[in-house]
């Protein structure tokens, strides 16, 4: 757990011909990192654009479906792509995007006419229905001396359309919502009556097709035109429900194409020569024997592996074997950066220390328990915040846990009041014994966090940084501390014999690695004197600091304590109103979600910065890669190579 599972640096070279063969069981075992480095250029690079543009492409469309189709549709299996060859796959999966594409494209048109029919059903319903009505408006077709039109506006009434125009001409307002205004003049003034119009912020009416330039017989072709939009609502529904039908196809198609477009990578950063290939990468040490027999047996023996453990290059990938609980806190300490393969992993030991923090910080038995229970709602019913709920339930539970064997507190109230249980401490009377617990708890995490470092440069073999830096920094910490605790800051005190438990540590943390370079490299390791000089200083400052720091464990409890205390006062003092009776307890009731919600954000927040920026600036350095093997979403698309 604190180290990661031994990786092997794999090599197989083989004949290009049988380059699918290799990638299919690569992808089969799933067991292998892929190490890609540039090594030339091979033929399918070709299709490496072609195969970019079709994922483009289906990538357009498939966010054109989603604005048709409900969400959360079933989609069918697939029957696999089979080609001769990357031209005939690219040839096959193009012809279906082109199909894809069009039934898109006529549903966009269907769609447009939709949105038109609808459009003028509803305005001239609204025209028919409102000061004119159905027999005027076909009477306005027997006007022969007189021009006529309709004009709509989002923004003016037809009351200020009228003050624009000239008092020759008529305006009725045909409708109100939208605004819609009947115009009629001479036809002489039909220039004139267009510019008041746009001026005015009215623009044109057009009559729909249907109506084919006059308004007789009205109601029927208002009929006919919502019998046109029916039909077309009919079209639409046919054409959506056969691109629901033919989603679950598009989607394999982008799946299709995500993996030819790794497995396309993959050939043309694995050039070796003209006839062969080299595939490079990472295996656990347990499966490498698995890998290179399987793929021995697809190849009929054509191809040669070499096979080197590795556990000095930055490049090789770190993957752990965890217990379900502590994964969890693997994705907590991937906020900060993955543990790199030459580091102790700090994720079990944080898996312990991040819940004990919390505990300390929240710790009260009602609090805690609502906590958990909030975060079990998020585990069950909110699927993309799984991981917050749980880690909620595991915070929750341990600020339970302490909150009543170490506080006795119950939603805070005393469990002594409540039940007779006496605990070891009570935060709000031993406010100095909490303070003292906050920076003992803050000395032992920085201590383990300078063991820890001197841990790492053990494993990267740096032993003179181990011996001469790493641990006279953890002794005179512990120096350091056991003089502020045990003498207080008496100066007085510390000069009579206790200063020295400080003083050695950095005598020899200032001569120790800059003498051991001088005898090393010359005097080309004089310069270490002074960079020891400036590092001393700033690591006595970062202890000073990072230590204080614990006090947010303290002054977290203190805050709990006042916020509660001002809750129950409030409600103490409600309870001999009229409405006491009511007031009251919703005060309480208020007050403790209040209390929960917003001290669980800010403990969560605390927890976090004590362990990134106070813990892991002692000894964690990150950098390192993920464990990732080659997978592919639907397998191998090619069936048959060339």
């Known amino acids: 757990m604190l180290r990661p599972i031994k990786m092997c640096h794999t090599s197989l070279i083989f004949l290009k011909s049988d380059s699918e063969k290799v990638i299919e069981e690569v992808n089969r075992k799933a067991n292998l990192h892929l190490y890609l ?42 029957s696999p792509i089979s080609a001769r060859d990357w031209k005939d796959y690219v040839a096959i999966i193009d012809s279906e995007v082109a199909g894809y594409a069009k039934l898109i494209h006529g549903l966009d048109d269907v769609a447009k006419i939709e949105e038109r029919l609808a459009d ?27 021009g006529f039109i309709f004009a709509r506006s989002e923004k003016s009434s037809v009351s200020e359309l009228r003050a624009a125009l000239p008092e020759t001409c008529v305006v009725v307002e045909a409708s109100g919502e939208p605004v819609v205004a009947l115009v009629v003049y001479l036809p002489s003034q039909t220039t004139s009556v267009m ?8 623009r044109p009416v057009e009559l729909p097709e249907g109506f084919q330039g006059s308004l007789s017989n009205f109601s029927t072709k208002l009929e006919a035109l919502e019998g046109d939009l029916e039909n077309t609502k009919k079209i639409k529904a046919e054409r959506i429900s056969l691109l629901e039908r033919n989603f679950g196809r598009l989607l394999y198609l982008e799946q299709s194409v995500s993996d030819a477009g790794s497995i396309l990578s993959v050939k043309e950063k694995s050039s070796y020569s003209k006839n062969w290939a ?5 295996v656990p040490k347990d499966h490498v024997q698995d890998l290179t027999n399987s793929v021995q047996q697809a190849l009929n023996g054509r191809v040669v592996s070499f096979i080197k453990e590795d556990d000095t290059s930055a490049s090789v990938p770190v993957s752990f074997k965890y217990p379900r609980f ?13 543990p790199s393969y030459n580091e102790v992993n700090p994720t079990p030991i944080m898996a312990l220390s991040f819940p004990i923090l919390f505990g300390l910080m929240f710790g009260d038995l009602g609090h805690g328990i609502s906590l958990a229970l909030l975060g079990l709602v998020f585990y069950r019913f909110f699927g993309s915040m ?15 846990i302490i909150g009543a064997l170490l506080y006795g507190e119950f939603f805070g109230q005393s469990l002594h009041h409540l039940v007779g249980y006496e605990p070891p401490l009570h935060p709000s009377e031993d406010l100095m014994t909490m303070l003292k617990i906050s920076l003992f708890v803050g000395v032992a995490h920085i201590s383990l966090g300078l063991f820890l470092s001197f841990t790492n440069s053990l494993i990267q073999r740096k032993y003179s940084t181990a011996f001469l830096v790493n641990l006279p920094k953890l002794t005179l910490y512990i120096g350091f501390i056991y003089v502020v605790f045990v003498f207080g800051l008496n100066l007085m005190e510390w000069f009579s014999g206790p200063i020295y438990y400080i003083l050695g540590p950095i005598v020899f943390l200032f001569l120790a690695e800059p003498f051991y370079e001088i005898a090393k490299h010359g005097k080309k390791g004089v310069g270490k004197l002074g960079e020891m000089f400036f590092e001393i200083f700033e690591t006595m ?13 303290f002054a977290m409890v203190v805050a709990h304590i006042m916020l509660t205390t001002v809750f129950y006062s409030l409600a103490e003092i409600t309870s001999g109103g009229g409405l006491g009776f009511v007031l009251s307890p919703l005060l309480i009731v208020v007050g403790n979600v209040f209390v929960v919600l917003l001290e669980g954000i800010l403990v969560l927040a605390q927890d976090l910065r004590l362990h990134f920026y106070e813990w892991f600036s002692k000894f964690y350095s990150d950098g390192g890669v993920r464990f990732s093997p080659f997978r592919l979403a639907v397998g191998v698309p090619i069936q048959v190579s060339k």
């Open 37 to 78: 480095r540039e090594m030339g250029e091979l033929g399918t690079v070709d299709y490496v654009g072609e195969v970019e543009s079709l994922r483009g492409r289906i990538k357009d469309l498939v966010s054109k479906t989603k604005n048709y189709i409900a969400p959360g549709i079933a989609t069918p299996s697939c």
């Open 120 to 146: 003028n059903l509803l305005l001239w319903k609204s025209i028919a229905s409102g000061n004119l009505g159905a027999d005027s408006l076909e009477m306005l077709s027997q006007l022969k001396a007189f």
């Open 195 to 202: 510019q008041q119009l746009e001026s005015a912020g009215f």
């Open 278 to 282: 080299v595939l490079e990468g990472y």
């Open 326 to 338: 502590f994964k969890l806190f693997d994705s907590i300490t991937n906020l900060y950066g993955s």
């Open 386 to 400: 799984k991981k917050i709920g749980l880690v909620l339930i595991i915070t929750g539970l341990a600020g339970a």
């Open 541 to 553: 400052i970062s202890f000073i600091s990072n230590t204080v720091s614990y006090l947010r464990i």
